[in-house]
């Protein structure tokens, strides 16, 4: 494997979910237009953060076990298929990305010992 390849398959599912955790934190700056007092509204951030954080928590550990990551982000993209069912819409847009970085998690445990040689 080529020095191009190795660097894009080992950063792709990295970069992707990174960009996946701020996608999903978009969801919680409609917090800010309920008109709560401060304490509720951090509170209410705080519970609209929660995806993010176990997104991250996640590749967190898969940076280091790519399979970790692999099946944890296909399961929870499974899981919202299945609890989303009746927004087909959200679920392309949620579970979409979440197979595709699993798939290339998985795709990077795999291939360890190329990319890292």
């Given amino acids: 494997m080529k020095g191009p390849v190795?660097?894009?398959l080992f950063w792709s599912p990295r970069v992707l979910c990174i960009a996946f955790a701020l996608f999903v934190s978009l969801f919680a700056v409609d917090v800010f237009n309920e008109g709560l007092g401060l304490w509720k509204t951090i509170l209410a951030l705080?519970?609209?953060l929660i995806p993010t954080a176990f997104v991250v928590v996640v590749l967190a550990l898969s940076?280091?076990?790519e399979w970790v990551g692999g099946i944890l982000?296909?399961?929870v993209g499974i899981f919202y298929l299945i609890e989303a069912r009746h927004h087909?819409?959200?679920v392309v847009v949620i579970s979409g990305p979440l197979f595709l970085v699993g798939a290339l998690f998985l795709l990077n445990w795999l291939k360890r010992a190329e990319i890292r040689a």
Avoid: E, K, V
Wanted: avoid cysteine; charged fraction near 25%.
């Fill in 46 to 48: 705080s519970i609209h």
């Fill in 88 to 90: 087909p819409d959200w």
């Fill in 63 to 65: 940076w280091r076990w």
């Fill in 73 to 75: 982000y296909i399961a």
């Fill in 6 to 8: 190795r660097r894009l």
